[in-house]
């Protein structure tokens, strides 16, 4: 039994999407119940990169060349979205594209290597380098981009996802050039300039704003802000350097009314600020308890998480006692999305995840305005 009451309305003006929008038609899907914190008759479960190596049919359909034109092929990509969908059974799907394509398509430079990840050839060194971010125009940069939502909306019977890289982790590919485990160059660039390191986050931040915003008009029903690497970070200087413009992504979203997500990978300190960012969910990764992370979020957001990704290269019986710890930490509390605490690793056996979905669904949510 699905409880209709417990939405709680927004506060804001709303840019009203239009009635047929999946956001209305899919109001009452578990996933968006759950990220608005409303009593759902299961817990949804994605995975964060459901998409991609582990699964057969994306490496057959893949082949070689860059991610980035496979995610210029709308077709291609659709279809990519909608492999683990069929497969696995999840709650939402994961637009196919990936965190760099706005500053790719705005020309800065930057390429996805497998095997690697972003690269760089001439990264961010100094203030003329920000005339390689002009704005981003969506509908001319990222046509296919939308084209691919819109081929969604009309396939999807569940909420499609759309994201964006938040500023701090896209600045620190565009400087260092590639990923990087110090952020040495990033952390330079940040104490030692500050004014230029606000100027480079804002031309991020409007990027993304831009980004999220078109595909949300398009036909996407929640965003999520990749803030992948801001665990680096300390508190302090998350609040000073980084905050202010994820806060603004997330301001400038929230007149269109769908749920917002923020996600980043060894974030343990910083979840309360990265809820005072203004998102209704917060992912977590696994080194923190979801009973401890509803505590560091004043229980003011629903969670998104946290399988530890490696559990799922074991055998079931391990997966199986992990998955079942994570619904009882959660609690009876709505406003759990099961999920892994950071993206699916290429060696999984996607029968595992198959497993983890099953187990989710059967037993996730009960106590939370199930019938007895
Ligand atoms: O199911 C999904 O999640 C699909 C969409 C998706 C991709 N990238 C596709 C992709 C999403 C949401 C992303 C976001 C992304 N990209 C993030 C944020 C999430 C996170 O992982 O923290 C980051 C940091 C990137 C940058 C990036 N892109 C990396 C580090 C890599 C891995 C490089 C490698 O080959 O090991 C990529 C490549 C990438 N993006 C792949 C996929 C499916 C795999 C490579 C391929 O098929 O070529």
Same mark, same amino acid.
């Given at each position: 039994m699905v409880v209709r009451s417990g939405v709680s309305g927004s506060v804001h003006h709303s840019m009203q999407l239009p009635l047929e929008h999946p956001a209305h038609t899919l109001a009452d899907s578990a996933y968006l119940r759950a990220c608005r914190r409303a009593d $759902?008759?299961? %817990? /949804?479960?994605?995975?964060? *990169?459901? !998409?991609?190596?582990?699964? &057969?049919?994306?490496? $057959?359909?893949?082949?070689?060349?860059?991610?980035?034109?496979?995610?210029?092929? &709308?077709?291609?990509?659709?279809?990519?979205?909608?492999?683990? =969908? #069929?497969?696995?059974?999840?709650? !939402?799907?994961?637009?196919?594209?990936?965190? =760099?394509?706005? !500053?790719? !398509?705005?020309?800065? @430079?930057?390429?996805? =290597?497998?095997?690697? @990840?972003?690269?760089? &050839?001439?990264?961010?060194?100094?203030?003329?380098?920000?005339?390689?971010? *002009? /704005?981003?125009? /969506?509908?001319?940069?990222? $046509?296919?981009?939308?084209?691919? =939502?819109?081929?969604?909306? #009309?396939?999807?019977s569940i909420p499609l996802i759309?994201?964006?890289?938040? /500023?701090? %982790?896209?600045?620190?590919?565009?400087?260092?050039?590639?990923?990087? *485990?110090?952020?040495?160059? %990033?952390?330079?660039?940040?104490?030692?300039? &500050?004014?230029?390191?606000?100027?480079?986050?804002e031309r991020i931040a409007d990027m993304a704003i831009a980004s999220l915003t078109s595909q949300v008009l398009a036909g996407a029903s929640a965003v999520q802000l990749f803030d992948s690497w801001a665990g680096a970070l300390a508190p302090r200087d998350y609040q000073e350097f980084v905050l202010p413009h994820s806060r603004r992504v997330f301001e400038a979203v929230a007149p269109l009314d769908v749920p917002r997500a923020h996600f980043g990978v060894g974030t343990g300190e910083l979840l309360g600020l990265m809820a005072d960012a203004g998102p209704e969910v917060v992912g977590v990764d696994w080194r923190v308890p979801l009973d401890e992370a509803r505590r560091r979020t004043g229980h003011r957001v629903a969670l998104q998480g946290n399988l530890d990704p490696a559990v799922c290269l074991g055998d079931w019986p391990t997966v199986e006692r992990q998955v079942r710890q994570i619904l009882t930490d959660a609690g009876p509390e709505p406003g759990h999305i099961f999920n892994l605490g950071h993206g699916v690793l290429p060696a999984t056996d996607p029968a595992i995840l198959e497993q983890v979905v099953a187990l989710v669904h059967d037993e996730g949510g009960r106590g939370a305005g199930a019938p007895t």
């Open positions: $759902a008759d299961h %817990t /949804p479960v994605w995975f964060q *990169r459901q !998409a991609g190596r582990s699964l &057969p049919e994306y490496r $057959a359909l893949r082949g070689e060349g860059s991610i980035l034109d496979a995610i210029a092929d &709308p077709d291609l990509a659709a279809e990519i979205t909608l492999q683990p =969908v #069929r497969r696995y059974g999840v709650d !939402a799907a994961i637009l196919f594209s990936d965190i =760099v394509v706005p !500053a790719a !398509a705005v020309g800065f @430079g930057i390429d996805v =290597v497998p095997g690697v @990840g972003p690269v760089a &050839p001439e990264p961010f060194r100094g203030r003329a380098d920000l005339e390689r971010l *002009r /704005p981003l125009d /969506p509908e001319g940069d990222t $046509a296919y981009v939308l084209e691919t =939502v819109r081929i969604l909306a #009309r396939e999807l759309g994201f964006a890289g938040a /500023p701090f %982790t896209i600045a620190s590919y565009l400087i260092e050039g590639r990923p990087s *485990r110090e952020h040495a160059l %990033t952390k330079s660039l940040m104490h030692g300039d &500050p004014v230029l390191w606000h100027d480079l986050m």
